[in-house]
């Protein structure tokens, strides 16, 4: 089994920077992704990490540390259609390929 | 590219019918589709993964034969959910599984736009 924790709700201002945690426990590692998800709508992917370091696509970066069962996904330069829940999801290789979520992280943006 | 579509997006009915959900793959062929559930506020919920071609695979505590799966084709998967009750009410969300190579080559997940029962 795995066990999946991100923090339930973070608030940040516009065109600030945001960094989403994750931290997972599993076994045969093989993925984590990051979705984004505005409510009422179905998750959009946004990165994909199953090596070591960070990766960058424009304003979102996603850093992973397999050592340490560590994920983060930064925002920056944020506005206010950033704000949704942020799905961290884990891939076991021996699972499937399936997707094992955690609870999701409720990002509000103020002005 | 990669684009999963869901019909119907919402429906509405009585206790104790069943309601068919499909689940498509548009522009590309998914071998293995998946099948979330996801309530207010929570995360989503593996339900089970659905291969072309064979039985689903179920999670632990997922009634199969209170979710029918059929997975037809390579762009077709649909659920069933059969004598509808109101607990089943709930937002029901498939993905599709990209092939290796295309996009990121990640095997990733594309979800479509979800289905919101209501069951009175």
């Known amino acids: 089994g795995q066990n999946i924790d991100q923090p339930t709700e973070m608030t940040a201002t516009e065109g600030a920077i945001v960094q989403i945690n994750c931290t997972y426990q599993?076994?045969?590692?093989?993925?984590l992704f990051w979705y984004q998800q505005h409510a009422g709508e179905a998750p959009t992917f946004l990165s994909y990490?199953?090596?070591?370091g960070l990766e960058e696509k424009g304003r979102f970066s996603s850093f992973l540390s397999r050592s340490k069962g560590y994920s983060y996904l930064l925002l920056k330069e944020l506005q206010m259609k950033d704000s949704a829940s942020y799905l961290c999801a884990v891939r076991e290789g021996a699972a499937g390929n399936k997707l094992t979520f955690g609870g999701g992280t409720r990002v509000l943006v103020k002005p | 590219g990669a684009v999963v579509s869901q019909h119907p997006s919402r429906v509405i009915c009585k206790s104790g019918t069943s309601v068919k959900i499909e689940c498509r793959s548009l522009?590309?062929?998914?071998?293995?589709m998946f099948w979330y559930r996801q309530f207010p506020k929570k995360s989503l919920m593996l339900m089970a993964t659905s291969n072309e071609g064979s039985k689903a695979t179920y999670e632990q505590g997922v009634e199969k034969d209170k979710f029918l799966i059929n997975h037809a084709s390579l762009t077709l998967s649909t659920l069933t959910v059969t004598s509808a009750h109101p607990e089943d009410s709930s937002f029901y969300i498939c993905?599709?599984?990209?092939?290796?190579?295309?996009?990121?080559?990640?095997?990733?997940?594309?979800f479509g736009p979800g289905t919101r029962l209501t069951v009175l």
């Open positions: 599993t076994s045969g590692f093989n993925g």
């Open positions: 990490n199953v090596l070591d």
């Open positions: 993905s599709a599984q990209a092939p290796s190579g295309r996009d990121l080559g990640t095997d990733t997940q594309y």
């Open positions: 522009d590309f062929q998914a071998t293995t």
